[in-house]
């Protein structure tokens, strides 16, 4: 393409022409400790970690290792001790809690082992939750997701009303709704079966090549990890190189 149509351009082409080739996200010596009792361990060690545009990442390691704090210290859930973490050329660590959330809301989306649906709200509601937090509302996204996900029947269902599959395949369309930089995702198979975990991981993959977002995805599945553009492996709060 010589110009960029924006009649005809994909989604993902429009994400790599807005962020490029170069590290979308970069962390830098993070650290991380928690005081337990009079004891202060160290659970994140000294890491450096970086994501590309587009890239999918699969983070590895064994139970305690550390996996999920480093997740929560990339998605600026949670606080290093020391140690950046730069969202293109943003420092998520000099911004206050109201900037976080708007960074969370248009560059971010989260899908977690426990599906984290707001019981209140339908399927529907669950999924254009991001859109309109951001005052962003578009309906036509939002039926698009849950028809991509196979929940058109089911899309004034209350999460209680659903299975675990349909449940994290609203959790997938939720999380890719507002055209994410970057996906994060903690275990998102590990409560489910193995047909609705391929089923679950078969349709973030699809979204996000749609979306052309990176996924930086904790699993334990090794034939998930096979699908990945890169593997990194924890131990004991560092990265095994
Ligand atoms: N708030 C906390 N207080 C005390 N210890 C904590 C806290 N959060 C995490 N830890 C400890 O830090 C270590 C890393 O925990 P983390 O949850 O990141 O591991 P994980 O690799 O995600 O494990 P799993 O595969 O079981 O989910 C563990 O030893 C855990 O007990
Ligand atoms: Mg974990």
């Known amino acids: 393409m010589t110009s960029l149509d924006l009649t005809t351009a994909s989604e993902a082409e429009l994400n790599s022409a807005s962020t490029g080739n170069e590290a979308l996200l970069t962390a830098s010596q993070l650290n991380k400790t928690v005081h337990v009792g009079e004891q202060t361990l160290s659970i994140i060690k000294d890491v450096d970690i970086y994501v590309n545009a ?24 949670d606080y290093p001790d020391s140690g950046t973490v730069m969202l293109v050329d943003q420092a998520l660590n000099t911004l206050d809690e109201d900037a976080l959330a708007v960074i969370r809301q248009r560059d971010m989306g ?4 426990s599906f984290h649906l707001l019981p209140t709200l339908t399927v529907a509601e669950n999924i254009a939750f991001p859109l309109d937090i951001a005052r962003r509302p578009d309906k036509l996204r939002v039926t698009e997701l849950i028809e991509a996900v196979g929940l058109g029947d089911r899309r004034n269902s209350l999460p209680s009303q659903l299975s675990g599959g349909e449940q ?10 507002s055209r994410p930089k970057i996906v994060f995702a903690d275990e998102p198979t590990g409560n489910l079966d193995e047909q609705n975990a391929n089923q679950v991981m078969q349709l973030l993959l699809d979204l996000r090549e749609q979306v052309g977002s990176a996924l930086v995805v904790v699993t334990h599945d090794a034939t998930l990890a096979k699908m990945a553009d890169r593997v990194i492996t924890m131990h004991d709060g560092r990265i095994l190189d």
């Open 168 to 177: 994290q395949r609203t959790a997938v369309a939720r999380a890719l709704v």
């Open 54 to 77: 587009g890239e999918f990442v699969v983070i590895m390691g064994k139970s305690g290792s550390g996996k999920s704090t480093l997740l929560g210290l990339l998605a600026a859930l």
């Open 110 to 113: 989260f899908v977690f082992q």
